[in-house]
T-cell receptor, first 114, second 109 residues
């Protein structure tokens, strides 16, 4: 079945450590996105990528890094420089624009810093 | 400024009441608009999609409207249920897909 998969569902990290969240899709989508969601708040864009080997900063990119070496994969690294990393992280994918713009979302990863 | 603005940010209503959520966008050229429902701790799922030629689309108790001239869409929920408590996200297609921040709806008994 086609879809977008985030892993793990829950992740615990010690302060000062980097951690990488996985996002994989088999929908042949060119565009992929990472969003952060805090309790009671809306989606905030961290990074997005419209095509392989290219990505752009979103509104809250500080303390995060991404790579897009393969079309199917868009991993997000939360670095120790991110001051408040505890949050719910959502990955999405879509065709980059035009008529085929249904965005598919993963089930999210809840990151907790302990 | 985000090209997709949703209002209100949050809303609390009593079970059985109706409510309307708003999505205003500046995306151009516009191709389509989708509303998603996100239960707490889950990924969003699609509720409705409308292209520029459609001005209303229903999915059970959910009715979405679109005015492409004023670049506004609304999601109307009729006879709300406790299970409608969720975040509702507006996503607009154009040269690039743009996501609204969402409206958090709480339905109380």
């Amino acid at each position: 079945d086609g879809g977008i998969t985030q892993s793990p569902k829950y992740l615990f990290r010690k302060e000062g450590q980097n951690v990488t969240l996985s996002c994989e899709q088999n929908l042949n989508h060119d565009a992929m996105y990472w969003y952060r969601q805090d309790p009671g708040q809306g989606l905030r864009l961290i990074y997005y990528s419209q095509i392989v080997n290219d990505f752009q900063k979103g509104d809250i990119a500080e303390g995060y890094s991404v790579s897009r070496e393969k079309k199917e994969s868009f991993p997000l690294t939360v670095t120790s420089a991110q001051k408040n990393p505890t949050a719910f992280y959502l990955c999405a994918s879509s065709f980059p624009g035009g008529d085929y713009t249904e965005a598919f979302f993963g089930q999210g990863t809840r990151l907790t810093v302990v | 400024k985000n090209q997709v603005e949703q209002s209100p940010q949050s809303l609390i209503i009593l079970e059985g009441k109706n409510c309307t959520l708003q999505c205003n966008y500046t995306v151009s050229p516009f191709s389509n608009l989708r509303w998603y429902k996100q239960d707490t701790g889950r990924g969003p799922v699609s509720l409705t999609i409308m292209t520029f030629s459609e001005n209303t689309k229903s999915n059970g108790r959910y009715t979405a409207t679109l005015d492409a001239d004023t670049k506004q869409s609304s999601l109307h929920i009729t006879a709300s249920q406790l299970s409608d408590s969720a975040s509702y996200i507006c996503v607009v297609g154009g040269p690039r897909v743009r996501f609204g921040a969402g409206t958090r709806l709480t339905v109380k008994p």
